[in-house]
């Protein structure tokens, strides 16, 4: 089982809708959480990271469920600009192993269509 | 302007010349590493460094090596390169100790 999974999509949005999608991590001691967005064979950009109370920023919208290990991706009143690939990002349990190590999903992709 | 610095952009070789991939950042930043990334496998990493002469495995070292002599570079060496690291690479640094908060370099497509 992979340590992060997300639903490689597409998720096929109208401009002006909102779209959501999760990802699920498997180790309960991860600490850190993040959104990364990539173009398509582009370096990915840090969009958001993402906070236990959940946090906002813009139209984007991130939220944590440690309780069933997940954290999910809203995005509200979507632009043809926010076509991408939505990478999840968990950074490991506090050990002398994993500092450092930071586990990438495979990516959410969306599409925005007019 | 702060910025990951990789080259080259692209590079076509062929089994066992070595080779390297060399990464640079101005940013004064501790953390360094190193990413493949394949289709429908996301991006691993292959090696991290959180301070010059500081390196560790990712999850994907096996044919790299790295060094991390000075704080603002970090190349990436393939000494005997094979098909299966045919792939798309990145460097990224991080103000964060732990690597959090990653600024991307804007890969190399490495074909063997």
């Known amino acids: 089982r992979k340590e992060v999974e997300q639903d490689p999509g597409p998720f096929n949005v109208p401009e002006g809708a909102t779209v959501a999608f999760n990802c699920t991590y498997s180790?309960?001691?991860?600490?850190?959480f993040f959104w990364y967005r990539q173009d398509c064979r582009k370096e990915p950009k840090l969009l958001m990271s993402v906070y236990s109370s959940g946090n906002e920023d813009g139209r984007f919208t991130a939220q944590l469920n440690r309780a069933s290990q997940y954290i999910s991706l809203l995005i509200r009143d979507s632009k043809l600009s926010d076509s991408a690939t939505y990478l999840c990002?968990?950074?490991?349990?506090?050990?002398?192993?994993?500092?450092?190590?930071?586990?990438f999903g495979a990516g959410t992709q969306v599409v925005v269509t007019p | 302007e702060a910025q990951v610095t990789q080259n080259p952009r692209y590079l076509i070789t062929v089994t066992g010349k070595k080779l390297t991939v060399t990464c640079s950042q101005n940013m004064n930043h501790e953390y360094m590493s190193w990413y493949r990334q394949d289709p429908g496998l996301g991006l691993r990493q292959i090696y991290y460094?959180?301070?010059?002469?500081?390196?560790d495995k990712g999850d994907v070292p096996e044919g790299y090596k790295v060094s991390r002599k000075e704080k603002r570079n970090f190349p990436l060496i393939l000494e005997s390169p094979s098909p299966n690291q045919t792939s798309l690479y990145f460097c990224?640094?991080?103000?964060?100790?732990?690597?959090?908060?990653?600024?991307f370099g804007s890969g190399t497509q490495l074909s063997v």
């Open positions: 460094s959180m301070n010059v002469e500081v390196t």
């Open positions: 990002v968990v950074n490991g349990p506090l050990t002398t192993d994993s500092w450092g190590k930071l586990q």
């Open positions: 180790n309960s001691a991860s600490q850190s």
């Open positions: 990224a640094s991080s103000p964060r100790v732990k690597g959090e908060k990653l600024f």
